[in-house]
Each structure stands twice: as C-alpha cells, then as structure tokens.
C-alpha cells in the first residue's frame, strides 16, 4: 500500500551551508501526529533549529 | 542477555493495550516480524489479546504449547503458557500511553492508522515509522534467513 508519510527536515542556519551540521532529517513517521512531536521535542532543545514538514508517499521516499 | 521490548495497539476508540516482550526485541527480529506478519488489526489484537510474551514468532497458535520447547520458533510462545498471569495494560488514550507506559529498549505501536511505528530508546527517541525504517537498513526477514 502506498500510503502517505510524513518527512522532518531540520536546518540550522548558524552553520554553513555545506556542512553536514547545518541540515538532516529527523525522521520520517507515519502520521503528522508522530512527526509533530518529534519537531516539539527536538526544539525545546534547540530552539535556532528550523523545521520543515513534508509529506510524501512511502514508495517516494523509500 | 534479553532485548526488552514492548507491543501495543492503538484501538478505534482511541485507548490503548500494551504488552511485554522479553527476547529479540530489536528491529531485525520484532520489529520485522511485526511489520510482515503483522499488519492487520485483527492480527495484532489477536497476539495482544495472549498478554506478556517470552519470544515473538511470526503465528499465534490456537492453543497452549510447551513454553519450554523452542525448536519451533514459528509461534509466539506466551508467559501463560507456563501459568503465569501476565498484564494487558490499557491506557484511555495515546497521550496518558506516552506518559505511563512501560518503556524497554524498543516500543513498538501499532495505530488507529493500521501502521507499525516504532520508538527506539538507542536512536531518535521518537516514534518512527517501522516500514521505512526496515526498507532504509535493508533488514530482511529473519524466517527467510534460518
């Protein structure tokens, strides 16, 4: 089944572009309730970091 | 040593039953077998509705086995099996789950989307879905493996 999924994407803007540290995906879940938790989560811990939810069909993704 | 793991069911109602896992818990065993051979809500309220779980196999049998014979790892082997009483814990709703529930080294939920995600206390400490996670490690099933 090729069901809808939910892609977190994280950037933190104090790097540099090219480095590996300024942008990465958090996580891919399978409700947009899962992946607004995590973004809750991860930004009580940093709070600079911007995120980006996507959502896209698993077989896109995978 | 045991990998610890628990396996829950988020019913249309919104609550929650949870039970314990003892053996192989991680993903390339539980986590696999519970994406493949699990994947309807039937199934799933059916190997929940045993309670506590020694070690996870890709069937539930009809009736008791030998909890001591493990030869035939195609069946789920419960505590019952042995007598003991094992807990099916409820929780009302997702949140009172995510506050109360029992946490072993990897959680796996199975929700009102008819979807495994998994919460992995070594990784990203969210709940991830298990099917990307499987296709992205390239695990393979360990019953095609033996």
């Not at chain 1, 600079?48 to 896209?56: A, C, I, Q, R």
Request: aromatic residues 18%; negative net charge.
């Amino acid at each position: 089944m090729n069901r809808t999924v939910y892609v977190v994407t994280w950037y933190d803007h104090r790097c540099s572009n090219w480095s590996p540290d300024s942008n990465g995906i958090l996580g891919v879940f399978s409700s947009k309730y899962f992946a607004d938790e995590a973004v809750k989560k991860d930004k009580a811990l940093y709070p600079w970091v911007e995120y980006e939810l996507e959502f896209y069909t698993l077989d896109e993704v995978k | 040593m045991a990998t610890r793991s628990t396996i829950a069911i988020e019913n249309q109602d919104g609550s929650v039953y949870q039970i314990y896992s003892h053996w192989d818990g991680y993903i390339q065993n539980n986590g696999v077998i519970l994406q493949k051979y699990y994947n309807t809500r039937e199934s799933v309220e059916k190997l929940v509705s045993g309670g506590g779980i020694s070690s996870l196999g890709r069937k539930v049998s009809d009736t008791p086995l030998d909890f001591d014979n493990r030869d035939n790892h195609d069946y789920t082997i419960y505590y019952s099996y042995r007598g003991e009483i094992t807990e099916i814990r409820h929780f009302k709703d997702f949140d009172t789950y995510e506050k109360e529930h029992q946490y072993e080294e990897y959680s796996y939920i199975f929700t009102k989307d008819n979807v495994w995600s998994v919460f992995d206390t070594y990784g990203a400490k969210d709940w991830l879905d298990l099917e990307y996670i499987i296709d992205q490690r390239g695990i393979t099933d360990p019953y095609e493996v033996e």
